[in-house]
């Protein structure tokens, strides 16, 4: 088993305000984010406002149909353009409630009253009056950006996680539900209960059932992905030969009768493979472009630093992780992005965000999915946010000197050892070239 204990994790980086200081400057400040769809800025003049930490993010789709992106500030006296939390917006010009000053959709000032009351050669500068753009570029249908101008570009700060996200034409997804989650923890500590399966025994032990806590992981860079076998029971559980009701459910969902199903509890998962095999020419869902293991397994990628992509042929579920805008390293926002390809002819209703506060309510009860919802993902999302602020609050006991991991948590030492690395001044170039790119391993079909 590979020592992941190599990489030290100090406890206090889980709620120490230096270190969120350090992570914001070397890390959030330097890579790229996952913004808004890019289906929530359709037409121009349509704004999504965004918030990373502190910064206020405008996305604005333009005359020319590309979105720009700049801060939510006018450069005039600090005052935030469009007042208001996350979500969609319009703005056919930027106008600046306090003093009336005027930026296009392209930075550019273009008003301001009283004019002659300033020193034209300011205000004929565009580097001082030109609202303060950030980069912005796309990718499987959203919009992603960074905060540094001196970063690789998108593909290559991906590497080789895009190609195997392309093949489940992730632009073909549209929105079916976005809420987000304020817990009071760091935001390392939820996104490292969703970085590990080795959980699952004792926290999703129904799972075990059909499904295998044993996910493979590979590393690709500074990136990662594990997989969950869906369609089979662990071998952990007792019962190789039955077909129980979860079992059933998923002969079901793909168009086979369980009362006629002749197989037994371990031939679930192959079944479920050549059932969507089948419809692969006559269907919305990409089976033609996925491996055999991605029709029925849960693929579970990590973008390094604060996204996670649980992905399914017929849904994915983005989740990601963002420090909160209050300056506290012990608060977080989760957000939770549901997302399908529509069939032909069907639509779903218009989304509703909003933030809701970490345990005020069943999380079956916050997510709105109709007819995508799925008793399963809502059950272990609801067991593992219920933890996360116990967690938080255990790091802070003097008896806790840090982590001990299995080789089933490596990612977390993974992603951990890379966010050390940017903040002790390494190149973030530097860091993607010396990361393993590990060769695929999927579970056998």
């Known amino acids: 088993m590979p020592d992941t204990n190599d990489q030290r994790i100090d406890p ?21 984010h ?19 930490g502190r910064e206020s993010l405008l996305f604005v789709r333009r005359a020319d149909g590309s979105i720009g992106g700049f801060f939510n500030v006018c450069r005039h006296r600090g005052n935030r353009l469009l007042p208001g939390g996350d979500g969609p917006a319009f703005a056919p010009r930027f106008t600046c409630a ?7 959709h392209d930075g550019a000032l273009e008003h301001v009253p009283y004019r002659e009351r300033f020193d034209e050669r300011i205000l004929s500068d565009p580097a001082c009056t030109s609202l303060r753009t950030f980069r912005v570029e796309s990718f499987a249908g959203w919009t992603w950006f960074t905060l540094d101008d001196e970063a690789p570009p998108l593909r290559e700060f991906l590497g080789p996680l895009a190609e195997r996200l392309e093949a489940y034409r992730m632009e073909r997804a549209t929105i079916v539900d976005y809420k987000t989650f304020e817990f009071a923890c760091n935001w390392k500590t939820t996104f490292d209960a969703f970085s590990e399966s080795y959980h699952f025994q004792a926290l999703h032990s129904d799972i075990l ?7 493979p992981i590979t ?22 030969e039955g077909v129980n009701p979860a079992l059933a459910a998923l002969l079901q969902a793909s168009g086979i009768d369980p009362a006629t199903f002749k197989g037994k509890a371990t031939d679930v998962r192959r079944a479920v493979q050549q059932a969507k095999r089948s419809q692969q020419d006559d269907t919305v869902f990409p089976y033609a472009t996925l491996a055999d293991s991605q029709l029925s397994d849960a693929y ?19 989740m990601r992780y963002r420090p909160h805008p209050g300056g506290d390293p012990e608060r977080m926002y989760f957000d939770f992005i549901m997302c399908a390809p529509l069939a032909p002819g069907e639509s779903v209703a218009p989304y509703t965000h909003r933030v809701a506060r970490g345990g005020e309510a069943p999380v079956g009860d916050v997510l709105e999915w109709g007819v995508r919802n799925h008793p399963v993902v809502n059950q272990v999302l ?6 996360v602020e116990h967690v938080q609050a255990g790091m802070r006991s003097t008896a806790f000197a840090g982590p001990i991991l299995s080789s089933d948590e490596r990612r977390i030492a993974h992603y951990v050892a890379t966010i050390d690395g940017l903040i002790l001044g390494r190149a973030l170039r530097d860091i993607m070239a010396a990361n393993p790119v590990e060769a695929d391993n999927p579970p056998g079909a």
Do not use: C, K
């Not at 306090?98 to 296009?104: A, E, L, Y």
């Not at 990628?301 to 649980?310: C, D, G, I, K, T």
């Open 98 to 104: 306090f003093h009336g000053w005027v930026f296009g």
């Open 219 to 240: 590393l690709l860079g500074i990136h990662s992905y594990m997989v969950n076998e869906y369609g089979r029971p662990s071998r952990l559980y007792a019962d190789q």
């Open 382 to 387: 609801g067991e593992d946010i219920d933890l």
């Open 209 to 215: 059932s059909w499904g295998n806590e044993d996910a």
């Open 34 to 52: 996952m913004g808004p769809r890019e289906e929530e800025i359709p037409e121009t003049g349509d704004v999504f406002i965004h918030t990373l």
């Open 12 to 32: 206090s980086w889980y709620w120490s305000r230096e270190r969120a200081a350090e992570e914001w400057d070397h890390v959030w400040a330097r890579v790229w």
């Open 300 to 318: 579970h990628y990590m973008l390094f630093p604060s996204v996670h992509f649980n992905l399914f042929p017929e849904f994915y579920v983005a």
